[in-house]
């Protein structure tokens, strides 16, 4: 179930999503550097978009990488509200 609680309770929530809407695959350590927080707290917020279905993860070799979850029921909406709110 999507609300707004669940999903904008974080701004490295936020940040993760902005940074993900970019149509790109990251790592957790490079989405730590690009929005200059913890690989810990990185991955916390990446778990809990997870079970949001907003975020997919990859294995490719011993990588883990990270996208957006194209198949997510709100998915094009939130990408039209980040592009909106983009500074």
Do not use: W
Not at 16 to 30: A, D, G
Not at 61 to 66: D, E, G, I, K, S
Not at 76 to 84: A, G, H, N, Q, Y
């Amino acid at each position: 179930m999507y609300t707004l609680q669940a999903l904008f309770t974080s701004k490295t929530r936020i940040k993760i999503l902005t940074l993900l809407f970019t149509n790109k695959q990251y790592h957790l350590r490079e989405i730590s550097r690009r929005i200059k927080t913890t690989p810990i707290y990185v991955s916390k917020e990446l778990g809990n978009l997870e079970k949001l279905d907003l975020v997919k993860k990859e294995k490719l070799a011993n990588l883990t990488l990270y996208s957006i979850n194209d198949n997510s029921k709100i998915t094009e909406d939130l990408r039209s509200i980040f592009k909106k709110c983009k500074n």
